[in-house]
């Protein structure tokens, strides 16, 4: 249950964000509530994830998982370049979370 809610987590924030980028800078209505929607909803599941999870796995989890997904999101949807080089990070990225987690422990 508790992976499930970091994944709701995760897809939450990966929402806000993308409101977001439809927000205007905050100017239009709906993405800009959709966006704090979005990142209320990251917030909540985040906290409820942590009564049971280290902070620093959670974190990892979420903020890199967010990050490789926002960054393929712009690049398939968002026409934003798709380099070798950022491909490269977003694997960076995906590797660090993994490492940090293979570090298990209490």
Not at 62 to 79: H, K, N, Y
């Amino acid at each position: 249950m508790t992976y499930l809610m970091l994944a709701g987590a995760i897809i939450a924030e990966v929402l806000g964000t993308t409101s977001m980028k439809y927000s205007d800078g905050f100017s239009k209505l709906w993405p800009s509530l959709g966006t704090a929607l979005g990142y209320g909803i990251a917030f909540y599941l985040l906290a409820q994830t942590l009564r049971t999870m280290e902070v620093g796995t959670v974190y990892a989890i979420w903020s890199g998982a967010g990050t490789a997904i926002i960054a393929a999101i712009g690049m398939a949807f968002l026409g934003e370049s798709a380099s070798a080089v950022k491909l490269l990070g977003i694997g960076l990225v995906i590797a660090g979370v993994a490492v940090l987690n293979l570090g298990g422990g209490h």
